[in-house]
């Protein structure tokens, strides 16, 4: 069992590493390791905007049924959940086995607190847009002074 | 890694892959699998819209092309993609039945079916 810890701390630091050295550069984006079998960063891709009162939130997520993406959302932190079950051909020859399988997760904080309640979400072209409106007692309040 | 290295060795002679900007080009990853009858591709390019979508037989040289397109809005905390440009050339054998090729897209995911040509199938002979 010592070699499966050994394998895991090593992938531990790996990760480490990669979200070290995130943003570094030029600029983060890797497009070309995009969704291979082999992509060991996290999954899926996101992009998170903020506006005044909302985050926006875009996944690169091809080839899933909506019902079949679980998000959840608590205080600042949203957790997008989910499996790409493998696909029904299974007989003949592979030329190419490059796209993923299996099940994710991923866990994203945000700089401030969540109206749960308020979330909604879109699943089109296998992009996932997420709408997270603000907590209420975060959003700034002009207030009236009496004279 | 470059789109150049990444895309099939086959139709890297070919002038037009030079035309795009590698930074922004991205091989998406594919499967491919033959049956006796067809070849089913399946490609994974997120974020395209049907009409953006390009794919066509030439010479012998499957190109597919697509476009990700994203709207920006608001200050960034995060980015791990942006838009860009999918490309992907193969180069079929002769004995794909071109007319016959049927196309479906679905949630990002694009689905190619190329049915062999009558003639390239295997044929069992019965001996009397």
Do not use: C
Not at chain 1, 61 to 70: F, N, R, S, V
Not at chain 1, 71 to 100: D, M
Not at chain 2, 90 to 116: H, N, R
């Amino acid at each position: 069992m010592a070699h499966l810890n050994l394998f895991q701390e090593l992938d531990l630091l790996r990760r480490e590493v990669d979200q070290a050295f995130r943003g570094l550069g030029r600029d983060n984006r890797l497009p070309s390791s995009l969704l291979t079998s082999f992509t060991p960063r996290d999954y899926p891709r996101l992009n998170v905007s903020e506006q005044v009162d909302h985050f926006e939130v875009t996944a690169l997520l091809p080839g899933l049924k909506a019902e079949d993406i679980e998000l959840n959302a608590l205080g600042n932190t949203l957790t997008l959940a989910g499996e790409r079950k493998v696909g029904e051909i299974s007989n003949g020859t592979w030329h190419r086995q490059e796209r993923g399988y299996g099940a994710f997760r991923r866990t994203l904080e945000l700089p401030s607190d969540i109206a749960a309640e308020k979330i909604t979400a879109s699943y089109k072209n296998g992009l996932l847009h997420i709408h997270l409106p603000k907590a209420e007692e975060l959003k700034a309040r002009k207030i009236a002074i009496e004279g | 890694m470059s789109a150049i290295q990444t895309t099939e060795k086959n139709a890297a002679t070919l002038q037009r892959e030079t035309t795009y900007d590698p930074q922004y080009t991205i091989a998406f990853a594919v499967d491919i699998v033959e049956t006796d009858d067809q070849l089913t591709l399946i490609g994974d390019l997120p974020g395209v819209d049907q009409r953006d979508l390009d794919i066509q037989i030439e010479k012998g040289v499957l190109t597919i092309s697509g476009l990700l397109r994203l709207a920006k809005e608001g200050s960034d905390l995060l980015r791990e993609f942006d838009e860009a440009r999918y490309y992907r050339q193969f180069k079929i054998t002769e004995s794909i039945d071109t007319e016959k090729t049927t196309a479906s897209f679905d949630q990002g995911v694009l689905t190619l079916t190329l049915p062999k040509a009558e003639t390239a199938k295997p044929r069992k002979i019965e001996i009397h």
